[in-house]
């Protein structure tokens, strides 16, 4: 029987806001074209697009750590399909220095294993001046993997993502 | 679209959305009574299909414009409808919902269709302040007296409350984590 995280993650992504977002091509679960199935409970691989840019890809992969969903948010960071591992650093997406996407990106901090925003729990434990700054993004039980999932495409679609 | 199923988006007052299936033969009635949004013989909601963008080409020197998003005819079908290329749906008792954005000590407004996203919202707000390009990427919709940012993908309909077609906003400045 899945474990009550597990069963609450399936409910989200068969949720209208993370149907629909797929539909519209924004994000969904890595398919049967880059791994044979998902990993064990409780990590997930999902896939993100992001706008075009010379020599980048069209879609970034997620590998995300989902225990204790959705009390906990999740953290991970990029995953590369080819050689099933996380994301080689060359090959992570870059922001305009200074901004959003160059920070929640950045892999000069905890060896780029989570995404330095509030929604990554790595992140957020580190720093309780966020929950100060930033409320509107602190993470709680009614926060969704769409939550986590919209984030990551916007900046990904930002003016300030520069590609590779 | 011979047949098939279909997947439909539908949103409601003050509710999250909800997914329903229906086939192109279904009228838009009974795929709402059957996901349990409207009543048998209900009439005094208003039904919009699709997501609403007209604000987006409005003239910049236009003050208090407003969207002209028409409710359907819920006694159509699916197939006349054209809902495969317009899957979400919206039910509703304001058939406009009345916005002001505040930034820099000015107010912009406009009646929007509570089909709306924020994300369109958003872009309409920042064109009006005159923030276009990568600088004005960085502002975002809070609603006014509280710390709340709506995501973008949420629809303006499912914000409002049932007394009232109205809605107001400050335009912030994302903050960049730091630390």
Redo the contacts between chains.
Sequence with gaps: MDKPDQRLFDADV????F???A?KGYWGLAGTDVLAEQPAWPARILWIAAAPREKAPDRYYVRLDLSEYRTDAPTGTFWNPNTTATLEFGLRPKG?P???VA??FRTDWENGRAF???YDRV?AKG?S??LR?????IWDSDHTI??HL?EIH?LLN???YLGL | MVGEEL?L??HSQGA????AMTRPHETLREVLVRSEILKEGQDDLLVFVGEWEEALTEGDEIEEGEDRHEAVDVSLTVEVLELHRH??IHVHKCKLVAVEVNFNGRTKQHRFSPATTIGVVTRWARKKFELD??AG??YVL?ICKT???P???EHLGELVKSSVCAICFDLVK??????
């Design positions: 068969a949720s209208a806001e149907r629909a977002g539909l305009r200074g901004s959003r920070m929640v330095y925003h509030p992140a720093h001046d966020w700054d930033q409320p509107s993004l769409v939550h919209e916007s930002s003016g300030d | 997947e988006f539908i999250k959305p909800k997914v899957p979400h390009g990568a990427a960085a809070q710390t709340k940012q995501r973008p993908s994302e903050i960049t984590p730091q630390g």
